[in-house]
């Protein structure tokens, strides 16, 4: 497993996860790479704004846990 940050072009945030498996020779049997742009805090506004429009229901969710919590 392996995770990182960075830029892209200096201008993009991008986070990012990978996984990879070895065979028993040592050989790379299976590599997975999970990457995710403009990655910001759940408390950006612009953030939730737009998973407000992409998903509705879990944004929903999402302030609701944080109104109850104290978030």
Not at 54 to 59: D, G, H, K
Request: proline letters at 3%; one cysteine or more; charged letters at 20%.
């Amino acid at each position: 497993m392996n995770t990182w940050t960075g830029t892209l072009g200096g201008r993009t945030d991008a986070r990012g996860i990978e996984y990879w498996r070895f065979d028993s020779g040592g050989k790379v049997c299976e590599h997975q790479m999970y990457s995710f742009l403009n990655a910001k805090p759940s408390s950006n506004l612009l953030q939730r704004a737009r998973l407000g429009m992409a998903y509705p229901v879990t944004a929903l969710a999402f302030l609701r846990e944080g109104a109850r919590s104290g978030s």
